[in-house]
Nanobody, 121 residues
Framework: QVQVVESGGGLVQPGGSLRLSCAASGSILSIGVMGWYRQAPGKERELVAG???????NYVDSVKGRFTIFRDNAKKEVYLQMISLNPEDTAVYYC???????????????WGQGTQVTVSS
């Protein structure tokens, strides 16, 4: 069974850094776009950053220059390096991956369970 699992969240002070990781596992034929979303209390889930299989990346304006998304295709992992964090970055961060499972011809979207990032002094 295919699944994606995030790790690396936690509490960090303003101005600090954090790296999130997301690993896909199971019988996977291929992985397309991978991304990180976040949802703050009372707000809608938003795309933070996405990356294609050839490592072309895009970011929401509010994190440009502070967050970097990258992936390791051999490990089936995607990462989000975050620096200069501020309280507005506080949210549950979700990993998302477009995966074609072995034995199928369809690409489906898989979500992780989320990891909490809290930026506070």
């Amino acid at each position: 069974q295919v699944q994606v699992v995030e790790s690396g969240g936690g509490l960090v002070q303003p101005g600090g850094s954090l790296r999130l990781s997301c690993a896909a596992s199971g019988s996977i034929l291929s992985i397309g776009v991978m991304g990180w979303y976040r949802q703050a209390p009372g707000k809608e889930r938003e795309l933070v950053a996405g990356i294609t299989a050839t490592s072309r990346a895009n970011y929401v304006d509010s994190v440009k220059g502070r967050f970097t998304i990258f992936r390791d295709n051999a490990k089936k992992e995607v990462y989000l390096q975050m620096i200069s964090l501020n309280p507005e970055d506080t949210a549950v961060y979700y990993c998302n991956a477009e995966i074609t499972a072995a034995g199928t011809l369809t690409q489906n979207t898989y979500w992780g369970q989320g990891t909490q990032v809290t930026v506070s002094s």
